[in-house]
């Protein structure tokens, strides 16, 4: 199958085709979920949680950012590739905003960028799409706003929540987003809010009611123990297998089971008498 695009991914949603997306931060992450045939994978800011190792997104920066999606992109013949714009870099104005959506396709060769363009920036939405560069918007649980927000907190779940969620998601529409990811949102109010939209709509802690679903995939894999939210599925318990592994690693280097001679490269004896009478 050909690479995905905006134009298959509406095709998608058009035929009533569920949308599959994960994340990944590296080639051979991203090569296993190409190769899945996972549709869209987003290189999300949490790489600075689950990859480096900080307490939120914050510390992601454009030019971490820009190496973990060039190495994603280079794993993909088939999987959309969608960049995370980091904290900082589309807050200030409409030019710089611009210049960092380019970095990311110019650089790094995604297939477009997604930021968390609250009501205050949709007119930075509007200039990176006259570029014709496709953006995904996002609404609900904003991680970057952690700070404002007191927490990692379900939105929508009140009035003013609620109609934040709506407004955001049609000026969003509006701007010119081929799709929308809704974060931790009540699963009633992303499925109502889907079915008055006519772009995709890829839940991460939105309910089924949306067109497609995302998820971390240290989650998916239980590769992060840190924090889980209540949305994640651990599929497999990765982390615990490489534990395993890695013990199982050191008790036989401790105990002369590894390296076997198969894992050994051999020399004739000639060369090594010829040796050993040389260096005498």
Known sequence: MSKHTVKTIKAM????????????????????????????ILVG??????????????????????????AVARACDRTMVIADMPFG?????????????????????????????????IEKTEAIVKMGIPVVGHVGLHPQAVGALGGLKVQGKDIETARKVVSEAIALQEAGAFAIIFEAVPAKLSEWVTNRL?????????????????????????????????????????????????KQYKEEVLTGVFPAKENCYSMSDEVMEAIEKEFK
């Open 198 to 246: 006519s772009i995709p709509t890829i839940s991460i802690g939105g309910g089924p009611g949306c067109s497609g679903q995302l998820l971390v995939t240290h989650d998916v894999l239980g590769m992060y123990d840190n924090f889980t939210p209540s949305f994640a599925k651990r599929y497999r318990e990765v982390g615990q297998l490489m534990l395993d592994t890695f």
């Open 45 to 70: 800011d949490s790489c600075a949680m689950v990859v480096h190792g900080h307490p939120n997104t914050l510390t992601a920066t454009m030019d971490m950012m820009v190496l973990h999606c060039a």
């Open 13 to 40: 949603h058009d035929k009533k085709e569920t949308i599959t997306m994960l994340t990944a931060y590296d080639f051979p992450t991203a090569k296993k979920v190409n190769d899945a045939g996972i549709d869209m």
């Open 89 to 121: 870099s589309f807050q200030y104005g409409i030019e710089e905003t611009m210049r960092n959506a380019a970095r990311f396709v110019t650089e790094a060769k995604v297939d477009g960028v997604k930021f968390e363009a609250t009501p205050h920036h």
